[in-house]
């Protein structure tokens, strides 16, 4: 290959490869194409694998792309030091030595596989490392390296705009969260003072969630619900603490002045901003009923907004099924009974159904968010949620720490990895991994801090340990969020390594041993 073919080879390469995605590159697809357009070339002898290898934080490489090799989930490592440090420092690409394997090498490769190394850096800062698999008996002539490290050029600037895109998507979502999250602490805010542990909205939002699910709502809609269900109740923050704290019925003039709540709320959430009126509608209808018997405008059916109709079932279901000052809990089925009653007078029969069908769904949820301390010797008879031949991490039976409780909280952290797993693995893109990955540190806590309420109303005599563990998993997780702005493409393949390694083995060394509270 003469200098003239190799420019020539080099904007061929670039062309093709540009013409992937736009600005959207698929780094897999990528090798794959780079492999194709290879072994067109005179003289190139490489074979049908490749990786591309970037920097972590830590200072060592994490695969975020391969073809023809397993992917990085299929490792139990986190990550490897670096081999290359130092021997690509000049930025010249080179074939290792012909009985070197690269680190997520698989054991079945022959002992004498080689590659070449491209190096990857923009502006002058290395990146990491792009792996071509090549006939071990190829010997590559100077014009064969230039071409390479030529290339090596080529590919910094696909990966460059990559991380890029990936960056800026990750501060896109962290934009919204933070939109998102301000609109959510206003409705905790209300929902804290007559609630002292503030997950009744926790329920009654993920109530709502599963109930739009069962009807087919988009994931839009969902995501919207799930943002605005929350502020159903912000007017209470202008509603008297002498009738808002009464530990008892209300009087005819007192529930008056309560219902005015709905109206507050509506003049509170004033704006133009499609979250600001989805909860406005949210706030000030959702007390109103099918039959039109309901306050504040006596909305009849349709009128009445579709997420407003969902709220009200969810909202009276949980209030029926919790503690007040004035009232016990009902029992789930007399509750569950009531709501089907009302189907067609306070509430849309079409919700109703929809909350039939998200029962299991529900039932579960009353489970992880509770008002109450855990009881190591409660039974929980829930439906098993249905695993599937594709889960990630699976629960296994050999999992089970001994507290039905406990057990389900776990199966819910194995099912965020799991969606988490799914996201990555289907390419669904750095922001995708930033939603989940948020979701997941949320109900973290939530877990964590009802596991340390039960174990120190029962004595436990390890909750130190327990408690340190629990904030260092806190941290490691907000460490990744963190990381997604500087290293979106390795710092998502690192939390699923990590999340699976760290869940088994808590459970196993230390949720086990919370058996000995059972019979306390």
């Known amino acids: 290959m003469d ?4 420019i020539l080879a080099i904007s061929r390469l670039v062309f093709e490869l540009t013409k992937l995605g736009g600005a959207d590159v698929d ?9 194709d357009l290879l072994v067109s070339l005179p003289g190139i002898r490489v074979e049908a694998r490749s990786a591309i290898l970037l920097n972590n ?12 090799l397993p ?5 139990s490592a986190l990550s490897h030091a670096d081999p290359y440090a130092g021997q690509a420092d000049a930025g010249q690409a080179f074939i290792t030595a012909a009985s070197y394997q690269h680190p997520y090498q698989p054991s079945a490769e022959p002992a004498d596989a080689a590659c070449f190394v491209l190096p990857l850096c923009n502006q002058g800062k290395a990146l990491g490392r792009v792996l071509l698999f090549v006939d071990p008996a190829w010997q590559a002539d100077a014009v064969e390296a230039e071409f390479m490290t030529d290339l090596a050029g080529a590919l910094s600037v696909l990966v460059s705009r990559c991380i890029i895109n990936e960056t800026l ?23 804290y003072r007559d609630n002292e542990t503030g997950m009744h909205v926790m329920r009654m939002t993920h109530f709502s969630t599963s109930i739009a699910k069962a009807m087919g709502l988009p994931q839009e809609m969902r995501d919207l619900l799930a943002v605005c269900a929350p502020m159903h109740d912000v007017g209470k923050i202008g509603i008297p603490d002498a009738i808002l704290l009464k530990p008892g019925r209300l009087s005819t003039d007192e529930f008056a002045i309560m219902k005015t709540h709905t109206e507050i709320g509506s003049r ?8 600001i009126q989805a909860a406005k509608e949210i706030a000030i209808s959702h007390h109103e009923h099918w039959d039109g018997n309901g306050y504040p405008e006596g909305l009849k059916g349709e009128e009445i907004p579709l997420l407003a109709r969902i709220c009200a079932v969810a909202d009276v279901f949980d209030a029926l099924t919790s503690a007040r000052p004035y009232k016990d809990p009902w029992p789930v089925e007399e509750a569950a009974a009531w709501v089907r009653q009302q189907a067609g007078s306070h509430f849309d029969p079409l919700v109703v159904a929809a909350f039939d069908v998200a029962m299991p769904e529900i039932l579960r949820i009353r489970q992880l968010y509770r008002d109450d301390i855990i009881d190591p010797n409660q039974v929980v008879d829930l439906p098993l949620p249905q695993s599937s031949q594709s889960d990630w991490v699976r629960w296994e039976d050999s999992l089970s720490v001994g507290i039905d409780v406990i057990d389900e ?7 965020l990895t799991n969606d988490l797993f799914e996201i990555v693995s289907q390419k669904q893109g750095a922001s995708e991994v930033a939603r989940v990955l948020k979701a997941l540190s949320q109900y973290a806590q939530v877990h964590f801090r009802a596991e340390e309420r039960m174990m120190e109303h029962y004595g436990y005599a390890a909750i130190d340990v327990q408690q340190h563990q629990h904030h260092a998993f806190e941290d490691r997780l907000q460490g990744f969020y963190d990381e997604l702005h500087n290293n979106p493409l390795t710092a998502q393949f690192e ?6 390694n760290w869940l088994v083995k808590h459970i196993v060394q230390e949720d086990a041993r919370l058996y000995e509270l059972v019979g306390v």
């Open 495 to 500: 939390v699923l390594i990590y999340l699976r």
């Open 169 to 191: 998507r990750v501060r896109e979502v962290e934009l919204e969260e933070a939109r998102t999250d301000a609109i959510r602490r206003l409705g905790t805010a209300s929902e």
């Open 409 to 415: 909280h776990h199966r819910y952290l194995f099912d």
């Open 3 to 6: 200098k003239d073919q190799e």
């Open 57 to 68: 934080s830590r200072g060592g490489l994490t695969q975020v792309a391969q073809f023809g």
């Open 268 to 275: 509170l959430l004033t704006g133009t901003d499609t979250l």
């Open 71 to 75: 992917p990085v989930w299929e490792n």
């Open 27 to 35: 780094l897999d697809q990528m090798l794959a194409k780079l492999f």
